[in-house]
C-alpha cells in the first residue's frame, strides 16, 4: 500500500519556520521510488541539520548504492529545528524523509551516520517525532530497526539502549547485506519477527546487536566482562572493508540542494584509510588500511560528477589528500582539463610535509586562490612527537614562507591542546611558531601577511593508542588557551580561534562511554537537550547536571569516563568490537607515544604489525599506476 | 594598502559579453520556499550544466554575469520573475530558454526570452501584481477589512528592516486592492497592485495593514503569488477606479516589451 505523503501538512507549517527551504527536498539527482515496487526500504538519516546534513559522503554513498538495487530503496531524512520540531508536535507531522515526505515509521530501516558523538541526542528528537519508541526494547515488528553507522559508531555502547545495531567500517557492501538479510527475512514470512531478524544478523557478523551482549560491572564501576548472551553470536565483531575503491565510484550523481550547505561541491575520496599513525586521529586508525582510488577513476567520476551537478569546485577528499601516490600528475591533469572554466580544485586535508608549491599552483590555477590550512596540531617538537604528527618547525616555515612569497596572504594553523603529556609551555610554543611564520613571511614577501592559529581540546577516541590517555579537564584546557591569546598578544597579522573545553568533554564523555551513558542522554535529552554540536544550543550544564543525577551513589561519574586515565588490563567498552587493530600494538604504540618516541609510515617503511590487514583480508592498494589524464572530449 | 597598485591575475582578461538574454520566470509549488541567494545558486549551476556561454567578470574571483532585478520573497510564490544573462556568444533568446529551462528544476520555469535592447530592466519594474490567498478567512471580514483600508489615506504597518524596526505606508504604495472573483473553495483571494517603494511593501505588509484596520482570522498561512511586474500603464491611477475583477493585466505592463523587436532586426550588441 503506498504510503502517503506528510507534505500538504508540512507546507502549512513551512511559512512559520527559519529556512523552510532546507525541508522540501527537490535536489537534484535525488530519488523517489515507487514505494509499492520496493520491498526493502531505508530512510537514511544525519542527524543534523539539513545544511550540514547533505552533503555527507557516506549517507550520499549509500543512498545511491541502495537505490540502484531494484527492490529496494532509499530515502533521506535530517534533524528538523526547534523551530519545525514543535510546529511538528503541536500539528502531529511525524519525522519525514525530504524525498518522498513519507513518514520514517513506515520504512524496514532507519539508518544513522554517527560522524560525531554530538548528534545522539538529536537522534532521540527523530526517533520520538517519528512515533518510534526511543528505547530498542520497546519497539515491535510495527517498527523500522533502528541502525547505527559512521565513525562514532566503532562505540556504539552509550547509544546501546537506542540502537538495534550498529555496522562497523566501510558501509557500501554492508548495507546490501543486510538488505538482503532482510528480504530474505520477509520472503520466510519473518520467523521470529524483530528479534528473530536481529539474531541473524548478528550471527553472520554482519552487525553489531548490543541487546545480544551482556555487559558486567566490578565494584569500581570498572567492565569486568562484555559477552554473548546466546550461543552462535561472534564475541568479537569485526569491522566491513571494501577492498577496490574502483569498483564503488559513488556517488555519481551527487546530490544539488536547493538551501545552501556547508560544502557545496563535487567531490570525490581519492583514498580510504590513513597510515601516517597520528595518535590522536580516530578515523586514521578504524579506516586502514590505505585503499586509493586510480587517477583514471578519479578523474572519470570528477568529470560524471560536474557534468550531473553544475559544481564550480572539486574536492578531493580523504585524510590527507597529498600523499595520493599520484597527486602531482592527478592536480596537474584536473587543471589543465579545466582550464577557463573556472572550476576550482581544493584539498581539504593537506600535510606540511607533503605539501609543495608546484601542487598549490595547480590548485589555484582556474579558480580562486583560496587560504592554506596546515595543521601541525601541536606546538612543540617533542609534543609533535607524541602524538606522531613529526614535522620540524623549520620544514612548517619553509613551507608557509615558499606560500607568502608565491602570492598567498593568509595561512591558517590547526592545534589541539590538551594532549597528552602537554604542558603549558607546549602550547606557549605555538604563539613563537605563529611569530616566525609571520616575520618569514614578510621578509620572503615583501609585503603584509595573516596567519590564524585555530585550536581546540583534544578528545581522546577509543580505537587508537590515546584510549588509555586522561582527557585534560575543561579548566586545564582553557587556562592554557588563555595563556596562547596573551602571548599572541595583538599583533594584526596573527588572528586567534579557540574552542573552549567544556563541549569537548562532553564529546569524550560520549566517545569513550559505556552503556550507563544512555540514561545520561536521555536525562540531557528529556531536558530539552539538542543540536549538541552548535554552540548556541549546547549546555554544559544540562549534561553535567545529568551525569550528576544519573551517576549519584555510584563510583563512576563524568571526570571517572573523561579525566581518569585508564590501566592496561581494564576492560574499555569497545573492546569486543574489532576495528582490525591489534590491542598489544595500540598499548605498545601509546607507551611510544608517552617516550616521545615516532613511528614511521607503513607505506614507505617498513610494516609494523598494527594487526589490520590480516584481520581485514585487506592489503595497503597504493599506486603510482603510471597512467595520466587525457583531456576530455569537448561537450556538445 | 594604499600606494600599492591592486594586484591583477596574471592571464588574459576574460571574453567580453555579447549579447544579454532577459529571461522572465516563475517560482512556483515548493520551490517558492527558495530564498533569492538560494535562486542565484541553482541557476548558476543549472547555466554551467546547460553549458551556456556565460561571461564572467574579470578580477580573482570572477563571477557569473547575471544581473537580477528585484525578488519576491522567500514563501512568496511568482509568476514574473526577471534576470538579464550575460554572454560571450551571441544566441537566440528561444534556445538559451530552452537550454537554461531544461536543466532547471521544476517548479522555476523560464516563460519568457527575448535578447536585450537598450535601457535597464530593473528600471522598468515599478509596480507588482500580487495575488494573496487567504485560507479559511471569512468573506465578510475580508470585505470590511478592504473598504476600511480603501477609505484611509495611511496604514502603518511596523517591519524589521536591516536598519531597524521601521514603520512603513502600506496604504500609499497599494494602488489598488480588490477581491478576486477567482473562486478557491475555502479561500478568500485578494488582488494588490503594489508600487516598487524603498523599503519595498511585501504581500505580508499588505495582509498585515488590512489586520491593523480589522479582524482576520486564517486557518492556515497566507499564500501569495506575483502575478506581474513591470511599468505602471496608468500611473495616475487612483484606488477608486477599480473595484473587482483582474486588475493586474490592465494597471500593470509587460516590461520585456520595449525589448521585443521585428523579426530581422539587427541587435547582437547591446552593452
Known amino acids: 500500500m503506498p504510503v502517503e505523503s506528510v507534505f500538504p501538512a508540512l507546507e502549512a507549517l513551512l511559512p512559520r519556520v527559519s529556512k523552510p527551504v532546507q525541508y522540501v527536498g527537490g535536489e537534484l539527482n535525488a530519488q523517489t521510488k515507487d514505494w509499492d515496487a520496493c520491498d526493502v526500504r531505508w530512510a537514511l538519516m544525519y542527524p543534523d541539520a539539513y545544511e550540514v546534513g547533505l552533503p555527507n559522503q557516506g549517507l550520499q554513498i549509500l543512498y545511491e548504492v541502495l537505490n540502484e538495487q531494484p527492490g529496494t530503496l532509499a530515502e533521506r531524512t535530517y534533524s528538523v529545528w526547534p523551530d519545525l520540531e514543535a510546529l511538528m508536535r503541536e500539528y502531529g507531522v511525524p519525522q519525514f524523509t525530504v524525498d518522498g515526505h513519507r513518514p520514517v515509521t513506515a520504512f524496514d530501516v532507519l539508518g544513522i551516520s554517527f560522524a560525531t558523538e554530538l548528534g545522539y541526542t538529536n537522534l532521540l528528537t527523530a526517533l520520538d517525532l517519528a512515533g518510534i519508541p526511543i528505547h530498542a526494547v520497546d519497539r515491535t515488528d510495527e517498527h523500522p530497526l533502528v541502525l547505527a553507522g559512521g565513525h562514532a559508531a566503532f562505540n556504539p555502547e552509550p547509544m546501546a539502549d537506542f540502537v538495534d545495531g550498529a555496522v562497523l567500517g566501510d558501509g557500501e557492501k554492508a548495507v546490501l547485506a543486510i538488505t538482503e538479510q532482510i528480504r530474505l527475512h520477509k520472503q520466510a514470512g519473518s520467523p521470529g519477527g524483530r528479534a528473530g531478524l536481529l539474531v541473524k544478523l548478528a550471527a553472520s557478523g554482519i552487525l553489531y546487536v548490543p541487546a545480544l551482549y551482556e555487559v558486567m560491572y566490578r565494584a569500581d564501576g570498572a567492565i569486568e566482562t562484555v559477552t554473548p548472551r546466546i550461543p552462535g553470536i561472534p564475541r568479537r565483531v569485526p569491522k566491513h572493508t571494501v577492498t577496490d575503491l574502483d569498483e564503488w565510484p559513488y556517488p555519481k550523481a551527487p546530490l544539488v540542494p536547493l538551501a545552501e550547505t556547508v560544502h557545496e561541491r563535487a567531490s570525490v575520496e581519492i583514498f580510504r584509510g590513513c597510515t601516517r599513525g597520528c595518535r590522536f586521529c580516530q578515523a586514521g586508525m578504524i579506516t586502514r588500511p590505505v585503499r586509493e582510488r586510480s587517477i583514471d577513476t578519479i578523474g572519470s567520476m570528477i568529470d560524471k560528477s560536474l557534468r550531473a551537478t553544475g559544481f564550480n569546485e572539486v574536492g578531493l577528499l580523504s585524510l590527507s589528500s597529498a600523499d595520493h601516490s599520484e597527486i602531482a600528475p592527478l592536480t596537474k591533469g584536473l587543471a589543465d582539463r579545466y582550464e577557463g572554466t573556472q572550476t576550482s580544485l581544493s584539498l581539504p586535508s593537506t600535510r606540511v610535509d607533503a605539501f609543495n608549491i608546484d601542487l598549490a599552483g595547480e590548485l589555484a590555477r582556474n579558480g580562486r586562490r583560496s587560504g592554506l590550512t596546515f595543521a601541525p596540531e601541536g606546538g612543540s617538537e617533542r609534543l609533535r612527537r607524541v602524538i606522531n604528527k613529526t614535522v620540524t618547525e623549520e620544514d612548517l616555515i619553509r613551507t608557509t614562507t615558499a606560500a607568502y612569497a608565491a602570492g598567498w596572504q593568509q595561512v591558517k594553523l590547526y592545534f589541539m591542546c590538551g594532549l597528552p603529556t602537554e604542558t603549558d609551555e607546549d602550547v606557549l610554543a605555538i604563539a613563537g611558531m605563529a611569530k616566525s611564520v609571520i616575520a618569514q613571511g614578510r621578509a620572503a614577501a615583501g609585503r603584509p601577511v595573516r596567519v590564524t592559529v585555530s585550536i581546540g581540546g583534544f578528545v581522546p577516541k577509543p580505537h587508537t593508542p590515546f584510549q588509555w590517555a586522561a582527557q585534560a579537564s575543561p579548566e586545564t584546557v582553557d587556562h592554557r588557551l588563555r595563556l596562547l591569546r596573551d602571548a599572541l598578544g595583538r599583533d594584526k597579522a596573527i588572528g586567534y580561534r579557540y574552542h573552549d573545553g567544556k563541549p569537548g568533554q562532553i564529546e569524550g564523555l560520549l566517545a569513550r562511554g559505556d552503556r550507563r551513558i544512555g540514561a545520561v542522554i536521555e536525562t540531557v535529552w528529556r531536558n530539552g537537550g539538542r543540536f549538541d554540536g552548535w554552540s548556541e544550543h549546547f549546555s554544559y550544564e544540562r549534561w553535567v547536571a545529568a551525569c550528576d543525577e544519573v551517576f549519584a551513589g555510584s563510583p563512576i561519574s563524568l571526570a571517572w569516563f573523561t579525566t581518569r586515565e585508564r590501566t592496561r588490563d581494564e576492560v574499555l567498552p569497545w573492546d569486543h568490537l574489532d576495528a582490525g587493530l591489534d590491542r598489544d600494538w595500540l598499548w605498545s604504540d601509546w607507551q611510544d607515544a608517552l617516550a616521545a618516541q615516532e613511528l614511521d609510515d607503513c607505506r614507505w617503511e617498513g610494516c609494523y604489525d598494527c594487526g589490520v590487514c590480516p584481520s581485514t583480508g585487506a592489503d595497503t592498494q597504493i599506486g603510482p599506476t603510471g597512467r595520466t589524464l587525457l583531456p576530455l572530449q569537448p561537450v556538445g | ?271
Open chain 2, 1 to 271: 594598502m594604499a600606494g600599492r597598485p591592486a594586484r591583477q591575475p596574471e592571464g588574459p582578461p576574460p571574453p567580453p559579453t555579447v549579447c544579454k538574454i532577459r529571461l522572465r520566470y516563475a517560482k512556483r509549488g515548493r520551490l517558492r520556499f527558495t530564498s533569492h541567494r538560494d535562486i542565484a545558486r541553482i541557476v548558476e549551476r543549472a547555466i554551467r550544466r546547460a553549458n551556456l556561454p556565460i561571461a564572467h567578470s574579470a578580477g580573482f574571483s570572477p563571477h557569473p554575469k547575471i544581473s537580477w532585478v528585484g525578488a519576491a520573497p522567500t514563501g512568496v510564490a511568482s509568476e514574473a520573475e526577471y534576470v538579464e544573462l550575460g554572454l560571450m556568444r551571441v544566441v537566440e533568446a528561444a534556445d538559451a530558454a530552452a537550454a537554461l529551462g531544461s536543466s532547471l528544476p521544476p517548479g522555476l520555469d523560464i516563460v519568457d526570452a527575448v535578447v536585450a535592447g537598450p535601457g535597464s530592466l530593473a528600471e522598468r519594474m515599478e509596480a507588482s501584481v500580487w495575488e494573496l490567498r487567504l485560507p479559511g478567512a471569512d468573506r465578510g471580514a475580508v470585505d470590511e477589512a478592504q473598504e476600511r483600508f480603501a477609505a484611509v489615506p495611511e496604514v502603518l504597518v511596523s517591519r524589521r528592516t536591516k536598519g531597524g524596526l521601521r514603520d512603513i505606508d502600506v496604504r500609499g504604495a497599494t494602488l489598488n486592492l480588490a477581491i478576486s472573483e477567482v473562486d478557491v473553495p475555502g479561500c478568500v483571494i485578494l488582488q494588490a497592485v503594489v508600487r516598487h517603494t524603498t523599503p519595498v511593501v511585501r504581500p505580508d505588509d499588505v495582509l498585515a495593514g488590512l489586520r491593523s484596520l480589522a479582524p482576520l482570522e486564517l486557518s492556515s498561512p497566507l499564500v501569495a503569488t506575483r502575478l506581474a511586474q513591470g511599468p505602471l500603464c496608468a500611473p495616475e491611477i487612483r484606488f477608486s477606479d477599480f473595484h473587482g475583477g483582474n486588475v493586474g493585466e490592465t494597471a500593470v505592463g509587460d516590461p520585456l516589451a520595449p525589448d521585443r523587436v521585428p523579426v530581422g532586426s539587427d541587435r547582437s550588441l547591446s552593452a
